[in-house]
């Protein structure tokens, strides 16, 4: 089995930053891409920012120039530095990998969500 766990979320003043960092553990042989997404209260799940193995990057279009994805192989982990919080960031966000097992299976993998607040 595999699972994601995060960590970082919190509450933060407009302007501020944060950083989440999601670790993969369990049968893994290679972890493909990772990602970050998020959900509003209402709201659908929206993709924030997705990095491949090789480290090509996108983002959502409302977080560019303010978080950054970045991830540590050795590690399993992946991370979103997240600047210039703005008050609409507020939203539990969630980590997904597709992960490749010992016994070659590739999964989509969620994390349980941490919850971030942008608040003054």
């Known amino acids: 089995q595999v699972q994601l766990v995060e960590s970082g979320g919190g509450l933060v003043q407009p302007g501020g930053s944060l950083r989440l960092s999601c670790a993969a553990s369990g049968n893994i042989l290679s972890i493909n891409d990772m990602g970050w997404y998020r959900q509003a209260p209402g709201k659908q799940r929206e993709l924030v920012a997705r990095i491949t193995g090789g480290g090509n990057t996108n983002y959502a279009d409302s977080v560019k120039g303010r978080f950054t994805i970045s991830r540590d192989n050795a590690k399993n982990t992946v991370y979103l530095q997240m600047n210039s919080l703005k008050p609409e960031d507020t939203a539990v966000y969630y980590c997904?990998?597709?992960?490749?097992?010992?016994?070659?299976?590739?999964?989509?993998?969620w994390g349980q969500g941490t919850q971030v607040t942008v608040s003054s």
């Open positions: 997904n990998a597709v992960i490749t097992t010992r016994s070659l299976v590739s999964v989509p993998c």
